[in-house]
């Protein structure tokens, strides 16, 4: 557990002055905050990312950009008719990508080839089964509720049956099995501390980013990139860069 009081956080001097300086003394002063003020009033990435880890862990709720809260569907629709005017994708790229991402999760590859689903049921009887518990589910991500690129998810993690001194194998039930959707199914792990900032999947931000803000340097992605919560090494903002370095080679950035 870090300690509530800021100057005495693992973070530079310098920063923890800036933070003291504008009224965050104290842990409990941001609750609510927005993350862009920590930019605004200054601070390296560094620092910031240290200060978001320890608002994590300590269970502080704070807020970020996130278009989705105030974005109706109409402007999602203005959004996605713009990247079709542009001639940026096709509305056939729209349609087939999104029948892609409906379709079902390979039970039978990931579950009833499962030695350890095998084990539980009669000789060649486990897709059957697989299938029954399947076609019972909703089609729908547990946690959000959409449709779109459904995982089958333990619910109760292996990690958490180790935890209590069991057998990992032993989360390999039916029972113990949910549908959630690749981000939900993301953020979920331990390992993803930061995960679940910025509004979409990273990929889905990283483009939303370019294509809405239009940033015209690459110095000025990157620092959208941060405060839009995305947390990953700056190789993946130099590699979704390229889209508008292709896009101006086509006159279209
Ligand atoms: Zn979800």
Redo the contacts with the bound molecule.
């Keep these: 557990m870090t300690n509530d009081i800021v100057s005495q956080w693992p973070i530079p001097k310098k920063s923890k002055e800036i933070l003291i300086k504008n009224g965050y003394d104290y842990i409990k002063k941001f609750h609510g905050m927005q993350l862009k003020i920590l930019f605004d009033i200054g601070l390296d990435w560094n620092s910031i990312k240290r200060i978001v880890g320890i608002l994590i862990d300590n269970k502080v709720k704070f807020g970020y950009f996130a278009p989705d809260k105030s974005w109706n569907d109409n402007k999602w629709r203005e959004f996605i008719e713009n990247l079709v005017s542009q001639g940026i994708v096709s509305w056939k790229d729209v349609v087939l990508n999104t029948l892609g991402e409906l379709n079902p999760p390979q039970v039978g590859t990931s579950i009833a080839s499962n030695e350890n689903f095998k084990k539980q049921f009669p000789k060649r009887k486990t897709m059957k089964e697989v299938m029954k518990w399947f076609y019972n589910q909703n089609g729908k991500?547990v946690?959000?509720g959409?449709r779109i690129n459904i995982e089958v998810d333990h619910f109760k993690s292996k990690d958490e049956f180790i935890k209590e001194g069991k057998s990992p194998d032993e989360a390999d039930t039916l029972n113990n099995l949910q549908l959630?959707?690749k981000?939900?199914n993301v953020i979920k792990r331990e390992s993803h501390k930061f995960g679940g900032l910025s509004f979409a999947t990273a990929q889905a931000t990283l483009m939303w980013i370019i294509f809405y803000h239009r940033p015209k340097t690459y110095e000025e992605f990157c620092d959208l990139c941060r405060r839009y919560g995305l947390t990953m090494a700056s190789i993946r903002f130099q590699e979704a860069w390229a889209m508008a370095i292709w896009l101006k080679k086509d006159g279209k950035y």
């Design positions: 991500c946690n959000c959409t959630l959707c981000r939900c």
